[in-house]
């Protein structure tokens, strides 16, 4: 019986280990689906998107994908330290792009979790229309962005 018993202990203290591994983990800091509302096309949009690294060993942007050829992604570092926190700047041209868009920015790393997704979602109306607001008592109000 007590043969059975530090087995069973021997085995469990063994499985604790392999949990134990030191791999790098990325966490987004703040949102990492961010919708940017309305804009017009042909505008130039800007985002940031923060992360850390909040496991034990560097972590390494092996390769970015995006959704679009109309983004740009410029990552502040390809390796974040432990407990470091990193940058990735986005830019968006809507030139010829009108209705929802959703943009997918995929990071591939080292992590356990091998792809991340940053997501941008935007609506791009036509330069130059004209919106039709319902607002209390004139429902029929024209406005413009």
């Not at 790098?24 to 130039?44: A, Q, W």
């Not at 830019?91 to 959703?102: C, P, S």
């Not at 940053?118 to 609506?123: D, P, S």
Request: with cysteine.
């Amino acid at each position: 019986m007590r043969v059975v018993i530090i087995i069973v202990l021997m085995l469990s203290i063994n499985c604790f280990a392999i949990h134990d591994v030191k791999m790098p983990t990325l966490v987004f800091v703040g949102k990492r689906i961010v919708n940017l509302g309305v804009v017009k096309e042909g505008e130039i949009i800007k985002q940031k998107f923060f992360f850390t690294n909040t496991g034990n060993s560097p972590l390494i942007i092996k390769d970015i994908t995006k959704s679009c050829n109309c983004t740009a992604v410029v990552l502040k570092e390809p390796r974040t330290l432990p407990r470091d926190t990193n940058c990735m700047s986005i830019t968006v041209d809507t030139k010829g792009k009108v209705g929802i868009n959703v943009i997918d920015i995929v990071l591939n790393t080292n992590t356990q979790y091998k792809e991340h997704v940053a997501k941008l979602i935007v609506e791009e109306i036509p330069n130059g229309a004209c919106l039709q607001l319902g607002i209390g008592g004139m429902p029929n109000a024209v406005g413009s962005l």
